[in-house]
């Protein structure tokens, strides 16, 4: 990071530990990361501060008040001692997008001579979790195009006080302040002080704030009225601006005094109504004038809220009790999902020296510190352990000393690395498969950590910012120990939606993928999940390894081992999901084994699934659609110039029919 930031984000809070760790996760996890975070703990009697120090990221600068000043206050503080080309302010409760600085950026470069913000995406509150409802355009009435740009009779009018990113060295020039007098509607006085200032307010028409709002987004009371009066009729005696702007300003008053009526008559102050009555009539017919939409307007919020639950950015966890036992009392299976917020990250590397470093890089950017990490290095013959040691190094990691163990009698390797977060390496003599390679990590981590459930990751991809909290959030909003991620590739287009397994195993695509991402859905059920960003409950690993003795099954070594976990559970009367929250970019490839091998394990494997899980009508069929089908493919890859995919798919047959099980032959060399 540059000695002088640009962006200086400005983050006042007062006992906000509730919210306060998503906010700072959806900051710290934007795509433009040349930021400082200023926290100001306003004289928090809650762990505030606490939170904030649990990110171990040296972009966070904590200002402590020892007593209460008032939020204008705080962020007069921040910025005091701010030192980015750009404030953006952010209230402890709210999120962003991860491209929210990045988009507003680009605009700003546009338009020199501004200040920019953006539409906001208003949302309920429900659990501590965000229940999307409009954007603030829906609710002012408003269509103004992609860019708006709102001159202060607009911006009054429509009450777009949307936190925009503005320019320090302008703040400074003309000693612009937050005004503590007119708290709760300090941003009228202080961006049209920016308009005095000679600045263009411009807004686009992209939701990257999430705001957290409430039923009519109107003040809740008559103290917060009386200030919007106050502040109203501060500017009115300025003249800052023209007479149109005066009229504005005069109308935005005397909606206030209507407002007032309405307020008093909510917190039961009936003397106080009947004074406002007396001084306003017209606040009586304002009331109930507005009554009807404020009547629908509540029916639709709690229809929303009782519809579903509908989670925006990193998801806030709450505790949900686990099930003990084989069954419940009404003969359900037992519900199998993490009951903490726990989470160990595995990853499985074979020659991936420049990916591996890419993935830990994206987990390192996006998850601050928040779940451990264990990389199983499977017989490597490049420099994947050097390169990540060398990497760690520099990311402010400890190496610990090497030492020699047996992880379910293989010998191996394995270094701690300390941290935020802990890295875990095991370096494996040989290549022992993708199956038997993920089955060390888990006997690893039950040895070595503590969790809830693991979360798989191939070394070539990398990993969206709320991923993991989404698959743990989604675990148990479905009472599913098994979630997915959607698979996309770099350029953004859909690689992995989730898979149903008999359009799978006849290759029949149209069936095979759950309306291949199903736009109406946040959840869907699927039978089979890539492990390529695969979230796996703890109490369902143990399950699987009591009844069959593992958790990936070694015997298909490579290539439908996650499909074979999640039939497993599938049989076991849980639900498998997949979800959109949950994102993982990845590379197209043949996961590290070559183009050869791919085939044969996917021809052989195929036999292994079908014979397992089939039913008997549809196993006949099998046998008899599948031989035929892979030798026409097999003669087509020969006729097409690749002789070793054919000779890979027809011993991929036969040992799939003869029962051979584990790796290749060619392989095992």
Same mark, same amino acid.
């Given at each position: ?16 530990? &509730? ?63 701010? &030192? ?148 109203? /009729? ?173 992880? /379910? ?244 047959? &036969? ?15």
């Amino acid at each position: 990071m540059s000695s002088r930031p640009l962006f200086s984000v400005i983050l006042p809070v007062r006992n906000g530990e &509730r919210y306060l760790g998503s906010t700072l996760f959806s900051v710290l996890g934007q795509t433009y990361d040349d930021l400082e975070l200023i926290v100001i703990d306003d004289g928090s009697t809650d762990e505030t501060s606490a939170c904030v120090r649990r990110f171990r990221d040296p972009r966070i600068r904590l200002l402590t008040h020892p007593e209460n000043r008032g939020v204008c206050e705080s962020r007069n503080s921040g910025l005091d001692i701010a &030192r980015g080309k750009w404030i953006a302010p952010i209230d402890a409760d709210d999120r962003w997008t991860k491209d929210r600085l990045e988009r507003l950026l680009s605009v700003a470069e546009e338009h020199p001579g501004s200040f920019v913000g953006n539409n906001l995406l208003i949302c309920f509150s429900r659990n501590d979790e965000l229940v999307p409802w409009k954007t603030l355009y829906e609710v002012r009435g408003i269509d103004p195009g992609p860019l708006y740009f709102p001159d202060p009779r607009a911006f009054i009018d429509f009450e777009l006080s949307v936190l925009p990113i503005f320019p320090l060295d302008t703040i400074r020039s003309r000693r612009i302040r937050f005004r503590q007098q007119f708290w709760g509607h300090d941003w009228l006085v202080f961006l049209l002080e920016l308009y005095r200032a000679g600045l263009k307010y411009v807004i686009i028409d992209e939701p990257l704030y999430l705001y957290r709002g409430r039923v009519g987004l109107g003040s809740t009371n008559s103290q917060a009225v009386m200030t919007q009066i106050k502040a109203c /009729r501060f500017l009115r005696v300025q003249r800052w601006f023209d007479q149109e702007v005066q009229s504005s300003l005069s109308n935005a008053e005397k909606t206030a005094r209507h407002r007032l009526f309405t307020v008093a008559l909510q917190e039961r102050k009936m003397k106080k109504a009947m004074g406002i009555a007396i001084q306003f009539p017209t606040s009586v017919f304002y009331l109930f004038k507005r009554l009807p939409a404020r009547m629908m307007l509540r029916k639709e919020h709690n229809r929303l809220l009782d519809k579903h639950t509908c989670e925006a950015g990193f998801p806030v966890d709450k505790e949900v009790p686990s099930t003990e036992g084989k069954g419940s009392a009404d003969g359900k299976p037992r519900v199998l999902y993490p009951s903490g917020t726990g989470a160990v990250i595995i990853i499985l590397n074979w020659n991936g020296a420049n990916d591996i470093i890419n993935c830990l890089s994206s987990i390192k950017r996006h998850c601050f510190g928040a779940f451990p990490i264990i990389v199983v290095d499977n017989g490597s013959s490049d420099d994947s352990i050097i390169r990540i040691i060398d990497w760690a190094g520099c990311q402010d990691w400890t190496p610990g000393p090497w030492a020699q163990t047996v992880i /379910r009698g293989h010998e191996a390797k394995t270094c701690v690395l300390a941290g935020p977060p802990r890295l875990s390496l095991i370096s494996l003599p040989k290549n022992l498969g993708g199956s038997e390679g993920r089955n060390i990590g888990i006997e690893w981590a039950f040895g070595h950590e503590r969790f809830d459930g693991l979360f798989f990751l191939d070394n070539d991809a990398e990993l969206r910012w709320d991923s993991i909290g989404a698959c743990i959030h989604t675990a148990r909003a479905e009472h599913s120990p098994l979630v997915g991620a959607v698979v996309r590739n770099f350029d953004g287009s859909l690689q992995f939606s989730g898979l149903r397994f008999l359009g799978n195993i006849f290759y029949l695509d149209i069936l095979s993928q759950q309306i291949l991402y199903p736009d109406t859905h946040n959840v869907w059920d699927v039978d089979e999940v890539s492990s390529c960003g695969m979230f796996v409950g703890r109490d369902l690993l143990h399950e699987l390894k009591d009844r069959q003795g593992h958790y990936f099954d070694p015997g298909y070594f490579h290539w439908s081992e996650d499909q074979e976990m999640c039939l497993r559970a599938k049989r076991s009367g849980h639900r498998v999901v997949m979800t959109k929250k949950a994102v993982v970019y990845h590379k197209i490839s043949r996961g590290g084994a070559g183009l050869a091998a791919a085939y044969y394990y996917s021809s052989r494997n195929r036999i292994f699934l079908a014979t397992t899980f089939l039913p008997a009508g549809w196993r006949v069929l099998f046998h008899a659609y599948y031989p035929v089908y892979r030798i026409f493919r097999a003669v087509w890859n020969l006729l097409s110039g690749r002789p070793r995919v054919f000779s890979s798919m027809l011993e991929g047959l &036969r040992d799939g029919y003869t029962g051979k099980r584990g790796i290749w032959r060619k392989q095992a060399g």
